[in-house]
């Protein structure tokens, strides 16, 4: 019973069968190769935006901070949400690529950004002198860190406040399959027709050994990119390995089969869960993971049994009396079984 | 009637005098100079603290920036008010000093970090993994932003949490001065004495041209400090136009009896402006400042009389209802007089 | 005929069938997973440093980025050839992830670091004062940018004198292995036993997808490792599958088998080249690499009949006297065939 | 005799009294001061250049690197002289303002970059891919670190190479006043007219007490000057005594009578010098410097007798053969006497 994260899913044997098959024979390097120029296209299709531009890298971690590198100066604000990954799990890595840029984080329940609170901080933003960091980004996350989603409504209403100052909108995408499986909609009403400029577009957790694309809706916006990438040591020699995860995991379709393989068994899961006495979910399971509080007797129990995940308060640890409730991270794959989800609600229900 | 700033104010004609000593012929470079060999061990007889590195620089910013880079890797946190000068007022300073450390914004009334809320910071930094930028000082202000002070006990609780932690503590002293003589305490008592590892000690506010110590307890935290000041472009060739000023400065006392006279005047301000029916202070005015609130047409009123000061609500203008309170920041100097006191109480009283 | 790059090749079909491999099941992430702890066990085994720290990136920029950056302060210069790839082909990657440090860049004949010209920017390192950058680490390269080799003795005689000024030394081992296969000493000898404090060892040239290890052998200069990757978007969620390529490259001396056989192909080039009539080698062919010399004329005509390398003359092209003389750089691989070898010698003998 | 350097040098009397002046009542801060204004008047007036953008500092270090990173971005190529103080005395300042660039240090005697050197520079930086730093800006000295100087003619061929890829000039004109009181040319001919599009004029070497200030002939490339400056903690709260200094310097030409007062000294000193057997001049004393080499033993007796300068051979000491000639660094202020001048002459003649 894995639960633990995307993360420690294996990648879909489709997309390594593709690396074997880009092995074959030598190929041009950092990107030149033809692999790419087809990844390019597909994604210009998939997402309707034939001027975008395309990179790749292969962590999320650099995706989002050379994206939002290329949106802020040093003294730029980037508003997010307080609990987003730019911002609480990066290591300070935008602040790195970005030269010291401000990451101002901004409440909002179940991973949402509350449109009041970017109002109150666009305010004072609008209000900056020379004394302060200067409005610079938006930066949101769909699927959420707590597993919600942004409809492409409710994405807009944010990046209307945003781009009525001027400001670029930056998404996080590490999940953004998910999002899409969920709601149901074209790549293209969740990223630049709701607004957003920049989307980093996550394979990693859905199904890739390592991969994430960078499209930039307008290209003026990704001049410094190749830079950037470079410097950071983000330029893949062999770049090809890339390129192919890529195309296998855009290939037919699979990268939102894949999600939604993963988003059907969280909602198993958090249906499941929501039934048994003294559960409760702390959020909508919208994508592929549940946040769900049950009594600490019976996680010592599910973990006993081998049931694998975060428990999500900081500072939570299995010791203390039975009955105190503790929140539980529990993430889906596209390899998540049935079975799993099965067990870990018999396991909860106190039924195993 | 100036109370824009600290900053509109003249220098003391000490300090410039000063200058004008310090002028008669050669003297070496670069901090190698005897008023500077003088100022390190005035200021190490005043803070009793045989051993402390003192350095100077010429801004408060920079002396903050200088400081905090000495305590936080790019990796930091660094927990402070959320009004603190370091976060708000610097344009990402601290981020540029530290190659992009975090400040992390705590709560707190008038100006003050609640014990509370840097309990729950540590708390999480507590757990901080690899992921997560890691716990590297706590930024405090004294006095503070809002006008008010911490008394020894009050910094001595929060830099009693942090030390627990093993983190460094800075005071940004820009109105040290002020707070030394609101509380009639020595300055130990306000700075090592209480927890203290680094203090920028302003000169600017108080009576300066342009200059602030920065003393470290430890001198070993000062290790890198001549190599960022250098890089930084902050070490004064003709050193010793710094030096003069903070001797004069400390001479006799002046730069107490400069706050000293400030704060007198901010004092009675307060209590003029307290017993007008309708003002309301923000604030207790421990120091030089006075935030008071009271209807837009006597601040319409007041300013056409020629009353120089800032609405702090960072959006209020003139224009709009003469009933709405708008809040005033009313910064008193060493040259402001009894007379201008009187003056803006007697306008804002409708007296006038 | 490929003789572009080493990054043109394939990977080893042992190490991609190792990511298969790798692929089954689910797997700690972040380098928590059995592999990673099997690839630390190997190195230390390989290298006979029991304490040496490992950790694993993929790509040699981000390698070399990282490892000079936990040497040197932002202040600190960095002594190394000038045709370094550090100095002269990662976009400034070191500047970026030291916030700033100098390379100081020095001659040599064949890509190789003159003794001499250390001697003398190291006596210039010695008088520096608060004013100048501070001699920080000597950054050495085998096999050099030049396709030489460092022997043993030559390497200590290099660092040696950065020793005897507390320097540390980096390896830049982009094609370490190459080396090794070249000189037939062990790891140790051409590393930490000649006075190498961290070696990046190369696994995308020589067979792997994208991996590089990193060495620390004195595994303090590493505490800030873990921050400086993760804050980079190096640290790779699914690190199992940087782990796995550098398991199977290492097993049964596969890395010293592949740079064996691409050095016998240069090898053999260098020498078919050699014999013709108007060819002059630039360097020694050491290595996996030969720069040699001949006529416009029959770049001209090996290019037309395929043969795919670089000019390596900065502003060279094939427009131009049919006589004059042009630098090819030719880089063989593991996968460069005797075919390919004698198929380009007879083109360029004119006699294909 | 003083003739350590420029820094050790009081301030002009009439720099001093402005102090005082400017010290009268309140005035605005930040720069928004009247004495400000009329300094970017009188700055624009003399330059001929009413479109300059005008901002003040306080230390050239600081100047420079402010200009230089509002020219190059981080993975920018400043082509500098390799002895330029830029280069080779601010602790890597510009690396640290620009986030990284890299300066690129060029040859040529006597402190003038060799036309062929900035070619062969440019021929690579035309070259520039992904993989390396790109062009990015040229800076010049003058007068340089060798106390000579560029006229016009010499400058604008540097420029136009510059220019000819699109890159922007920058010149270091710490010693700016120097030239033009040497070349008896107007400011404008040393600045735009001779293709230098940001100039870093200094007054702290020329009679003020810490003033530079920063001309931006194309007012568009201080875009984010403000941004940078503040974020540096370079900008003075009591900025109008930084106008104040500036002001007084140029009033009735003060800045260039102190410059051509300290040049007519060293010209003394140089003649002076050189009709002595046994010394060489090693660059021609076109500005307020001499650098001539004589026997260790005259040095000895020269010093012990009073003389106060540098030994410039980076590792020259005054133990050693009596014959050994020593390079010397003498540097003439606006205060220098031409009794001093007259004393050094004498005793290293052996007269005295």
């Not at 559960?279 to 049950?294: G, K, M, Q, S, Y």
């Amino acid at each position: 019973m894995w639960f633990m994260s995307d993360n420690t899913q294996p990648a879909a044997p489709e997309v390594v069968a593709a690396l074997e098959r880009a092995n074959r024979g030598h190929a041009a390097s950092y990107g030149a190769d033809p692999i790419m120029a087809r990844v390019t296209a597909a994604l210009r299709v998939l997402f309707e935006a034939p001027g975008a531009e395309v990179q790749l890298v292969a962590t999320g971690t650099a995706a989002n901070a050379l994206a939002l590198a290329c949106l802020a100066p040093p003294w730029g604000a980037v508003y997010c949400h307080g609990e987003a990954h730019v911002n609480s799990d990066e290591c300070g890595a935008p602040e790195f690529y970005t030269a010291g840029a401000k990451l101002v984080p901004l409440d909002g329940d179940h991973g949402r950004i509350d449109p009041a609170a970017l109002d109150a901080a666009l305010a004072i933003g609008r209000g900056a002198s020379v004394h302060n960091v200067q409005p610079a980004a938006l930066s949101l996350t769909n699927a959420t860190e707590a597993g919600t989603v942004y409809d492409p409504e409710a994405l807009a209403a944010l990046t209307a406040r945003a781009r009525s100052m001027g400001l670029p909108v930056h998404l996080d995408g590490a999940r953004f399959a998910n999002a899409v499986a969920s709601l149901g909609c074209t790549p293209s009403e969740l990223s630049w027709k709701a607004g957003v400029d920049v989307l980093t577009l996550g394979g990693t957790k859905d199904g890739c050994l390592a991969a994430e694309a960078v499209l930039f809706f307008d290209p003026v916006r990704a001049r410094d990119f190749g830079f950037r990438r470079k410097r950071a040591g983000h330029l893949f020699s062999k770049h090809r390995f890339l390129a192919a995860q890529i195309e296998a995991w855009l290939e037919g379709g699979l990268w939102l089969d894949l999600a939604a393989r993963a988003n059907a068994r969280a909602a198993a899961l958090a249906r499941g869960l929501a039934a048994i006495p003294g559960v409760t979910l702390a959020h909508p399971a919208d994508a592929n993971a549940v946040f769900a509080r049950w009594p600490r007797g019976l996680h010592r129990a599910a973990m006993a049994a081998g049931a694998e995940y975060y428990l999500w308060d900081f500072d939570a640890t299995l010791d203390g009396p039975d009955d105190e409730p503790l929140l539980a991270r529990l993430v889906c794959g596209w390899s998540t079984t049935e079975d799993e989800v099965r067990q870990l609600i018999a396991l909860v229900s106190g039924a195993a």
